[in-house]
């Protein structure tokens, strides 16, 4: 990343050259916790969630849901009922993410500073960080911290002296995909296994223990105190007139491209560009065949469209998702078959078994992929894949993670039908 | 069971499996996660991998024994122990592999990664080496997608593996 500035990459410019973790002292000195100071004491919890809706500030775990719409969506405070919850969501386990990892091990600050004020903003009493039981750097970095802000007066009783009280607990998973559904995090949040929940009644109005709950994702939240510093007209600018959405967003590039990464850009920089001019193009021998905008739950893009600004209408404009916004590059060698196998043997896996259309529906969906890589599909079976699609689209299962399951499906049935067809056994 | 934290299995033989009682640094820990939830029962997955911390895995009597100091029934604790890919319910080696073989460590080729482990341990997924030294499992995305192929191994991820750089590797696990 070149000449980083709190100005132009509010979430990175504190990064150091060796990936090490600012700590308290150095974090403070680099303007850390001057938005909870500034806040705390002089402004009214609704006027930060006006301030964040008018920002525009869009949900980073890949669902683009204004966050400050959603905090409206929790009932008023009501002092006989005062608990209240806010879970960050740092589950980060769809395949080909790796942004909140960078933003946790290398700037915990950031996140217990955007946690206190979106807590503030929601009066919650009680926070959780619900990591990934494989983030092993990220929670030891986290959990010190977390102690040194408590130690500094951030966390804990009467914070700063505004009668405001918040503590702030690491909550470490141990492994399963669907954690990172809202509602299957909070049951597992609650020691259960991880199923998710009907909805309604959204996490918003009963969620952790029954209670109004707000979950965000990691990079959502971290946004939140540069833009209570610096201003919802500054945070709209960030995207340099390239996308209606606004701020900067982690991108990255994964895959056989020259140099994967990870970059904090303005929302709306195109796919070419990220490709081409960050990530270095493609290696030698390996050609760009299709992408994926944001993790293995989002349909296929081809090269044609990398000219789109990632953004999230842009993409959805496709019929794809931005997601996650790391693009995963898919070259020539392995078939799209093999591919699809792969990510459809993922979610066969995490499924949590809890409705049936997933459950069965996905297993049966690897099984006929692994018949047509060897070349040994049935008539019919291009069809029931098709069908599959729709059998497991949104509203026929609890969760997003079925109809995830079927976005890379559909779009490669559309893209690389002949592929399928040359996996029919010739009788 | 006896006392909340001793508990004696009975077989379906009628035969007493194993005597276990949770160690007082275990149930101080458990206790101390107990406190950070207004319902304890949300200590139950970090109890359980405070149990296989100190012993490994998580065998029959220790889920009797945690679900008594949660205040659970044990067949609510075994529903969310077997949920959960990190809590292991059979004994594991000294050191756990993990090979990340989601989509990007497949394009960078984890495949001859995970065959050179096989090859040097002579194991599939699911098994131990005869030593207890080693156990095989996959793993779904590392979240370490722009360095792989990744595996991990106890709490350490490496990166940038091929299948020359395994030997090595694994030597560092004794």
């Given amino acids: 990343m070149t000449v980083a500035s709190a100005d132009t990459h509010p979430l990175t410019w504190r990064l150091r050259a060796d990936d090490s973790a600012s700590d308290i002292k150095l974090y403070e000195a680099n303007d850390g916790y001057a938005a909870v100071r500034q806040i705390l004491n002089n402004t009214a919890p609704a006027d930060i969630v006006k301030l964040i809706k008018a920002a525009g500030l869009r949900g980073r775990g890949g669902g683009g849901f204004p966050a400050g719409v959603k905090w409206e969506l929790m009932p008023a405070f009501d002092p006989n009922a005062p608990k209240r919850y806010l879970l960050c969501n740092a589950d980060e386990m769809e395949p080909s993410t790796y942004k909140d990892r960078l933003l946790m091990e290398q700037a915990p600050h950031q996140l217990i500073e955007g946690m206190i004020l979106a807590a503030y903003a929601i009066q919650a009493c009680n926070g959780y960080l619900f990591l990934r039981g494989e983030y092993v750097l990220a929670a030891e970095r986290m959990q010190k911290a977390l102690t040194a802000a408590k130690e500094a007066g951030y966390l804990g009783k009467n914070i700063l002296g505004s009668g405001w009280d918040f503590e702030l607990v690491l909550h470490t998973g141990a492994g399963r995909y669907i954690c990172g559904e809202e509602t299957a995090l909070i049951n597992s949040l609650e020691g259960r296994r991880a199923n998710p929940r009907a909805r309604p009644p959204f996490p918003q109005v009963a969620g952790l223990w029954g209670r109004p709950t707000i979950v965000n994702n990691v990079e959502t939240l971290c946004n939140v105190p540069h833009i209570l510093l610096r201003g919802a007209d500054w945070y709209k600018q960030l995207s340099q007139g390239k996308s209606t959405d606004a701020g900067t967003k982690l991108f990255g590039v994964c895959g056989r491209a020259n140099k994967p990464g990870l970059w904090e850009l303005p929302m709306g920089t195109t796919a070419r560009e990220i490709l081409e001019q960050h990530a270095g193009g493609m290696q030698d021998g390996y050609e760009l065949k299709a992408w994926l905008p944001g993790g293995v739950s989002t349909d296929f893009l081809l090269p044609e469209h990398l000219d789109t600004p990632m953004d999230f209408d842009s993409i959805g404009k496709l019929g794809s998702r931005m997601g996650t916004g790391i693009i995963t590059v898919v070259d020539q060698k392995p078939g799209i078959i093999t591919v699809l196998r792969n990510i459809e043997e993922f979610f066969a896996r995490e499924s949590c078994g809890w409705c049936t259309p997933c459950r069965d529906g996905l297993p049966w969906t690897v099984k006929t992929l692994q018949a047509l890589e060897q070349g040994k599909g049935q008539p019919g079976d291009i069809e029931m894949l098709e069908r599959t699609t729709k059998l497991l689209s949104p509203g026929y299962t609890f969760c997003a993670l079925a109809p995830g399951a079927m976005e890379p499906l559909q779009s490669a049935l559309k893209y690389f039908r002949a592929e399928f067809e040359q996996g029919i056994a010739k009788t | ?174």
């Fill in chain 2, 1 to 174: 069971m006896s006392t909340a934290n001793q508990s004696t299995v009975i077989q379906p033989d009628g035969a007493t499996a194993e005597e276990f009682v949770l160690s007082s640094e275990e149930r101080a820990e458990i206790e101390h996660e107990m406190s950070h939830y207004e319902d304890p029962r949300a200590a139950a997955i970090e109890a359980l991998k405070i149990v296989q911390k100190h012993r490994g895995w998580v065998s029959d009597g220790a889920i009797y024994a945690i679900a008594a100091v949660l205040g659970i029934t044990p067949v609510d604790l075994e529903g969310v122990a077997t949920f959960y890919s990190l809590i292991y319910r059979r004994p594991v080696g000294r050191h756990v592999i993990k090979v990340c073989d989601s989509l990007t460590c497949m394009l960078m080729g984890y495949e001859s990664v995970l065959d050179a482990i096989k090859r040097q341990l002579n194991i599939d997924y699911g098994q131990t080496t005869q030593d207890g030294r080693f156990t095989l499992l996959p793993t779904c995305c590392l979240g370490n997608c722009d360095k792989g192929p990744s595996i991990m191994v106890d709490g350490n991820t490496h990166s940038h593996l091929d299948a020359e750089k395994m030997v090595q590797l694994l030597e560092q696990y004794k």
